[in-house]
């Protein structure tokens, strides 16, 4: 049975608000074979899951068209097609609308307003007779009442200008929402629809393409599926995907992405998953879903027009019954009131600002690089006080260096150490154990992962395994503690228990590691700083790791927690939320209690586990956390509009209401009032998508001046000039940042403080830009540096040479 379920996608532009997405609730729910469906109001789509056996498309389509909805198949992925020009029926409707002001020349020409009721009112009588069988009171009820009560005193004309501007109304809408539904079809049309198998040259449909198929991808070209590169190498721009500003280099056995582009060089990709699970069609329905999932206060409004509705129904009978049963002699004013207060009370304009303004954020944030998972994220992020991060593979990069490797027993040789720690690392997926295994392989020591037994993971302490009959743990202090060794004070280390020896735990051997905080860490929070939202980090790492990252960070962080096992960040998270809504931001398999703690989880999508997807509720799809403050500032925009959206609908409608009670009730300007408001909304929201993150209005030069361009060196050159002017360092004139201010003599030294020690500065060689370059910057002994511009460091033991 489940091999015939199907999940179709219908474009039903007869969607005007949620009350019309009730009706085709109730109207596909009872068909026979039909599983499941989700109407999305801002695109005028709706998909359903159906059994193939028991109900066709077709039949579907024709279902929804008996309520004239004007539905049709819409093709997976494929944009809305946009109505450029109104329907025949509207069109004529207009003419003859048009053609009846000339009754003031020639009378009987008057009487064409009638005949554009008739070519109009079918639509909307059988719009509202789907409705009443769905028991669902709406806007077609609501125009049906008005034309009948309009022709019921004859005046014609009025009631083909509520007939006519209803039809336009529609048509305008689908205008204005087509260009959220262009955004939102960027996603996935930037997918190519060909591939190039490899083998033979034959270019295929992506759809057709299977797992583990070659594909070769040439310079230019768009990587039609995600998968891994076999062979070549070249630059790819992942902009579009995840934000990513420069080209990333992929070689062998690099990840790449359905709809990046190869800038340079010749690769082929085997193909990882079929067209409909790509990271981009997974986003695209993500983001679909989490608009069909309505926010609180699109629930709230939805209830409200449950109840309003049938109020506004019954005064506006009254106004018009109780005249005529108390035998008032001119009833036709009241009349007029009467559709003029069904007119004006229609909740279009309130019930459509909601879906419209949540999905136009939803598109911009996931264009952005965000995937949020419900509109309800939308309101938890613009009221958000607390940002917590992970430390590694969040704030830091998560690539580690060893810098040291050193064994404090005597009978154990570096190699055997190096043999059994490389094994039992090479069975976990921590980032130090990458680190740790090729490490191994530098000294020409290779793993063997099948000698190890017993293999455990003790989450924010470390590992163990058994091999050549010991058990050796390898972690920080608390991992001695598990094994009882008595020195635990080194950050972080190698414990080994003999079996049959009395003596129990031992320490055999220490070793340091290298990481760099991402580009724009700092930048973030500092950004997270100016919205009044303060920020912690969150670590399982040792408190010196912690503290070292911190000042790297110039200390911005306004909370720092450290040694901290998975349960205690979740702790932690709780005591954050008793000051307010709390976000956490994490990547791995420990986060996820954390994750699913806060108010709003979010996981570092590409390079987080799927636990930590799972647990969150929104994905980073780029490892740039300068998105989440961007993300703070359109959810705090986003409730902007909503506001606005509300106000905008209250008071064009009161205004028509009380020029009504004043004695004005002018039908057509309560129609063209609901129109204008329905169309003020759908603009207004869609206004979101159109600002770009800070981050990107900005300059691509640096924030330090010319400091990338102009400071670069090669180590050629270093080597080939030894005066200091060549060594490329800077002087404290020349950097002008806090690290550089007040130096003292202790400091290592620049052109402006010579170095007093006959022993030669250390230099950390890091990574100064994207374009390989490399820049020597000095290590301050004693003051961490802060960076001057370039990556910073995660956290040192010692000044070592590292190369990135």
Not at 327 to 344: K, Q, R, Y
Not at 639 to 662: G, H, P, Y
Request: glycine letters at 6%.
């Amino acid at each position: 049975m489940v091999e015939n379920m199907k999940r179709s996608n219908f474009e039903v532009l007869g969607l005007c608000c949620a009350t019309e997405a009730e009706l085709v609730e109730r109207i596909l729910k009872p068909l026979h074979g039909v599983k499941d469906i989700s109407v999305i109001v801002p695109t005028k789509t709706v998909h359903v899951v159906h059994d193939v056996l028991l109900i066709s498309e077709s039949q579907i389509t024709d279902t929804l068209n008996m309520a004239r909805l004007e539905a049709s198949l819409k093709p997976q992925g494929e944009a809305n097609n946009e109505k450029k020009w109104p329907d025949l029926s509207t069109i004529a409707c207009g003419l003859l609308l048009a053609l009846s002001f000339l009754k003031y020349i020639y009378p009987p020409l008057g009487w064409l307003a009638l005949g554009s009721v008739a070519i109009g009112f079918p639509r909307v009588l059988f719009r509202t007779i789907a409705s009443i069988r769905a028991l669902t009171l709406n806007i077609n009820i609501l125009v049906l009442l008005s034309v009948c009560g309009t022709v019921a005193i004859q005046d014609f004309w009025e009631a083909g200008v509520i007939i006519f501007m209803f039809s336009i109304a529609q048509w305008l809408e689908t205008l204005a929402t087509h260009k959220a539904t262009v955004a939102m079809s960027s996603l996935t049309s930037m997918v190519p629809q060909k591939a190039v198998v490899a083998e033979t040259g034959e270019r295929v449909d992506v759809s057709d393409v299977e797992i583990n198929t070659i594909l070769a991808i040439k310079a230019g070209d768009s990587i039609p599926l995600d998968g891994v590169v076999v062979e070549g190498k070249c630059e790819v721009d992942e902009k579009m995907l995840t934000g990513e500003s420069f080209p990333v280099t992929k070689e062998l056995d690099s990840i790449v992405w359905a709809g990046t582009i190869n800038l340079n060089g010749y690769i082929s990709v085997k193909a990882t998953v079929l067209a409909n699970d790509t990271v981009v069609a997974r986003m695209s329905k993500l983001v679909e879903e989490a608009s069909s999932r309505k926010s609180r206060t699109q629930r709230f409004i939805d209830n409200f027009s449950k109840y309003y509705l049938p109020v506004v129904v019954l005064i506006s009978a009254s106004i018009a019954v109780v005249p005529a049963v108390l035998g008032v002699p001119d009833i036709n004013p009241w009349f007029h009131l009467a559709i003029v207060v069904l007119l004006s009370a229609c909740p279009c304009a309130l019930i459509l600002s909601t879906p419209v303004t949540i999905f136009c954020a939803l598109t911009k944030a996931a264009i952005s690089g965000l995937l949020l998972k419900g509109g309800d994220y939308i309101e938890t992020l613009s009221g958000i006080k607390t940002v917590a991060f992970d430390k590694t593979g969040t704030i830091t990069r998560g690539e580690f260096s060893v810098t040291d490797f050193s064994v404090v027993a005597d009978d154990i040789s570096i190699e055997a150490l190096l043999y059994w720690v490389s094994s039992i690392e090479s069975k976990s997926s921590h980032p130090m154990a990458a680190a740790l295994v090729e490490y191994g392989m530098l000294h020409s020591i290779k793993p063997i992962p099948e000698n190890v037994e017993n293999f455990q993971n003790f989450p924010g302490e470390g590992i163990f395994g058994a091999i050549d009959g010991k058990d050796i743990y390898v972690g920080n202090t608390r991992i001695g503690v598990r094994a009882g060794c008595e020195r635990v004070d080194c950050n972080v280390q190698l414990v080994s228990q003999e079996i049959s020896t009395p003596r129990g735990s031992t320490l055999v051997g220490v070793f340091s590691l290298v990481d760099t905080c991402r580009s724009g860490a700092l930048d973030a929070i500092e950004e997270l700083k100016s919205l009044g939202v303060r920020s912690a980090m969150l670590t399982g790492d040792s408190t010196q790791a912690a503290k070292y990252v911190e000042s790297q960070l110039n200390h911005a962080l306004d909370i720092v927690h450290a040694e901290l096992l998975p349960e205690e960040k979740a702790v932690i998270i709780e005591s954050f939320k008793k000051d307010g809504l709390t976000a956490m931001v994490g990547d791995g398999m420990n986060d996820a209690p954390a994750l699913a703690t806060a108010d709003i989880g979010i996981s570092m999508g590409i390079s987080g586990s799927a636990l930590a997807n799972e647990s969150g509720n929104a994905i980073l799809m780029s490892n740039d956390i300068r998105k989440i403050p961007e993300a703070i500032k359109l959810a705090r925009k986003t409730t902007r509009k909503l506001i606005e959206n509300v106000i905008i609908s209250v008071v064009s409608k009161s205004a028509i209401l009380v020029l009504a009670i004043a004695g004005y009730p002018i039908v057509w300007l309560a129609v063209l009032a609901d129109v204008g408001t329905c169309l003020l909304v759908i603009l207004n929201s869609m206004l979101i998508l159109q600002e770009k993150p800070k981050y990107e209005r900005e300059s691509t030069k640096s924030k330090y001046g010319t400091f990338l361009e102009d400071k670069t060196i090669t180590l050629l050159d270093k080597q080939s000039n030894n005066d200091e002017e060549s060594q490329g360092l800077l002087t404290v004139e020349k950097c002008g940042k806090e690290c550089c201010k007040n130096v003292t003599p202790h400091l290592a030294t620049t052109n402006a403080t010579k170095h007093e020690s006959s022993e030669p500065p250390k230099y950390s060689l890091l990574k100064g830009n994207n374009h390989g370059n490399f820049v020597l910057v000095e290590v301050h002994i004693g003051k961490p540096s802060n960076g001057c511009g370039v990556d910073n460091i995660g956290s040192l033991s010692q000044p070592e040479i590292i190369i990135e």
